[in-house]
């Protein structure tokens, strides 16, 4: 089915692998790697001197335990590495700087909540004593059933009603370091309100507005626009008012968050000026202050660029962790007050990497095709002007031949559509020109030639159709074109000979990838391999366990994929820790209030009728109720 020969052994123009293009390298990090077979291999972070295991071999063993593709893929060994890599970074930086204060950092349970997720959270932070925060009741519920360690911390932010703030103020009975983070002065109210009620004390802390603004997809969250904390004027009527029901002696935190994602480590030197700032005057005003917490934010370096530009970031998790620590440092000594506890509520930065989405291409639209074509000789000339092109076809008028073709492709659309070519005719023509479109890429791919005609040439990108829905497993992508790192996860020996956009199986133009992170920056198109019917080709989305699960969306009602959580094994295999089954019809279904049940009676009924009426055989009325029965039990994705 290749329409295009292997690139010729002429050319050695690079001795470059061919996965080289891919750039893993550059953003796989310790994590992910290219085997000599050309298979994506997983790393162990952990164990850096284990070999790497086959993702293709992994898929093939899930495939055999009859779990298949779509499939979001998390690796334990990844979350691990990243709890490690925060919280040793901050203690190195600790050790460092001479800080007489520790870290204890928390994770923002929004960033990804599911149970699996939260409870290997708690698990690998143990020995760090990390905490979780809760931005809303419900995740306050979550973090209340978790096992923590007697100093972790559990920081509560966003909006509070009287039960979320009773809630948290009678959590502390059991142990539970459970601080109430102030939004308002009108919050403050409830929590004297829940203080009267219930005669325990709280444990209060103060999100602080800051002036500073961060760049990036986020910027909207800091600075004075920002719709979080408190500014100058409302923090002093909060202390005044602590004080005056004797209370101020509770305030032991001070919060700021600046958003998502920082490009720039300076914004967060910057912020964290200022964030000592108010730590130390609110110190003055009597605040007893012991903790400083300074959000979310540490990046990613999705496109391994490592610059303060989209989707990367200019610094490491130990420059960000050297800033910080620094920063107080000096900001403290200079004040002359005891070091704070540092906090940080970092979470797409521990839980990005550890998740990949995993699915097969189910189709090919092509725009070339290897089949040489012959105009008729009753073809209207253009017909055969089209054809000529590859009497004159070489790298040199590559540029002449490509305005050629779509100017005579054009002119006879327009004579098709005036009736002065017929169906087939133009059929003819179409075909002709796919065919010059193969010959012209392929010379392309072989020759030097301008940056213009790659351009061109990406406007002809083939799409791939594939087994998965933006909406509900990448909504970033879709919602603000965040950038995932993407490849094929085999065959990465053999030269990508195509390129492709990538579409997914909804019904909205919408759900397509057409942005891609490749060795030398941002493409258009994603190089990928002939797909053939003889075995399936995968395509893997890297980093994805930060934000996607829960903001994605039943679009056309393709609900969860199948998920599996592994953990790579010292010895090169790994185990297959939990399999949690993708959404069945009858599942999302119910999401949108249809009752599966009812729907099968409604369906009998007409089927009732049908027989009734002569229309359907008794045989034929057994299968249709067997294959609808089916259907609302299988999987909502391509099977
Ligand atoms: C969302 C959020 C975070 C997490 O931010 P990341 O950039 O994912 O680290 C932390 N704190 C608060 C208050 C948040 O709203």
């Keep these: ?21 891919y750039g893993f390298e550059r953003w796989g990090r310790d994590l992910l790697t290219v085997l000599k077979n050309g298979d994506v291999g997983l790393k162990n972070p952990l164990k850096p001197d284990t070999v790497p295991i086959s993702l293709p071999s992994i898929i093939r063993d899930l495939e055999q335990r009859g779990i298949h593709a779509p499939l979001l893929l998390r690796v334990s060994s990844f979350l691990e590495n990243e709890i490690r890599s925060i919280n040793n970074a901050f203690e190195t930086a600790i050790k460092q700087a001479g800080y007489r204060g520790v870290y204890r950092g928390v994770f923002p349970i929004k960033v990804n909540q599911q149970a699996q997720v939260i409870r290997q959270i708690v698990d690998f932070g143990r020995p760090y004593s990390f905490g979780l925060e809760a931005g809303s009741k419900p995740e306050l519920v979550i973090a209340l059933a978790q096992s923590l360690e007697r100093d972790a911390l559990v920081m509560c932010n966003g909006v509070k009603d ?23 002065p009108k919050e403050l109210e409830t929590v004297i309100e829940a203080y009267q009620e219930l005669g325990v004390e709280p444990l209060l802390g103060v999100r602080v507005k800051l002036f500073n603004r961060i760049g990036g997809d986020w910027a909207e969250s800091s600075g004075d626009r920002s719709t979080f904390g408190m500014n100058t004027d409302q923090l002093v009527s909060v202390i005044d008012r602590l004080r005056d029901v004797g209370l101020l002696h509770c305030l032991k935190f001070q919060h700021s968050h600046l958003g998502s994602q920082i490009p720039d480590v300076n914004d967060v030197r910057r912020a964290s000026v200022e ?86 291409v189910l189709e090919t639209t092509l725009y070339d095709s290897g089949v040489a074509s012959k105009p008729e000789p009753s073809d209207y000339h253009y017909v055969k002007d089209l054809a000529a092109i590859e009497t004159y076809l070489e790298p040199k008028r590559l540029q002449e031949c490509i305005n050629d073709a779509s100017f005579y492709r054009n002119e006879l659309r327009n004579l098709f559509l005036r009736n002065v070519i017929n169906l087939r005719q133009m059929a003819r023509a179409e075909r002709i020109y796919l065919y010059l479109m193969s010959r012209i890429k392929l010379m392309a791919h072989e020759a030097e030639h301008s940056t213009e005609i790659d351009e061109q040439l990406d406007a002809l990108a083939d799409i791939y159709h594939c087994n998965f829905s933006l909406f509900q497993s990448l909504p970033d992508v879709w919602a603000i074109n965040q950038l995932h790192p993407i490849a094929p996860l085999q065959q990465l020996n053999e030269e990508p000979m195509r390129r492709a956009i990538l579409s997914d199986i909804t019904c909205d133009s919408d759900g397509k990838i057409d942005e891609f992170i490749l060795a030398d920056g941002l493409s258009p198109s994603l190089p990928v391999h002939d797909v053939t019917d003889e075995r399936p080709y995968y395509l893997g989305v890297f980093f994805v366990g930060a934000y996607q699960e829960t903001l994605g969306d039943l679009h056309n009602l393709f609900g969860d994929t199948n998920v599996v959580t592994i953990e790579l094994r010292e010895d090169g295999h790994f185990d297959l820790l939990q399999e949690v089954e993708g959404d069945t019809i009858a599942e999302v279904m119910s999401y949108v209030e249809f009752d599966p049940k009812d729907c099968v009676d409604d369906f009998r009924k007409l089927l009732d009728l049908a027989t009734s009426d002569k229309r359907l055989k008794s045989s034929e009325r057994k299968l249709l109720i067997a294959t609808y029965r089916e259907a609302i039990n299988s999987y909502t994705y391509f099977e």
């Design 275 to 360: 964030a000592c700032r108010y730590f130390v005057d609110l110190t003055k005003e009597g605040a007893p202050l012991t903790h400083l917490d300074l959000g979310g934010g540490l990046g990613v370096d999705y496109t391994g660029e490592k610059k303060a530009s989209k989707s990367s970031i200019n610094y490491s998790i130990m420059e960000y962790c050297e800033n910080v620590v620094e920063t107080v440092r000096y900001a403290m000594d200079e004040a002359g007050l005891e070091h704070p506890t540092l906090t940080t509520e970092s979470g797409r930065a521990i839980v990005a990497t550890s998740s990949m989405l995993i699915f097969n």
């Design 162 to 184: 009287l039960k979320f703030i009773r809630l948290a103020i009678l959590s502390r009975k059991l142990g539970f370091n459970t601080a109430i983070v102030l939004e308002s």
């Design 1 to 21: 089915m290749s329409s295009i020969a292997a690139k010729g052994t002429t050319d050695d123009s690079t001795d470059q692998e061919p996965h080289a293009i």
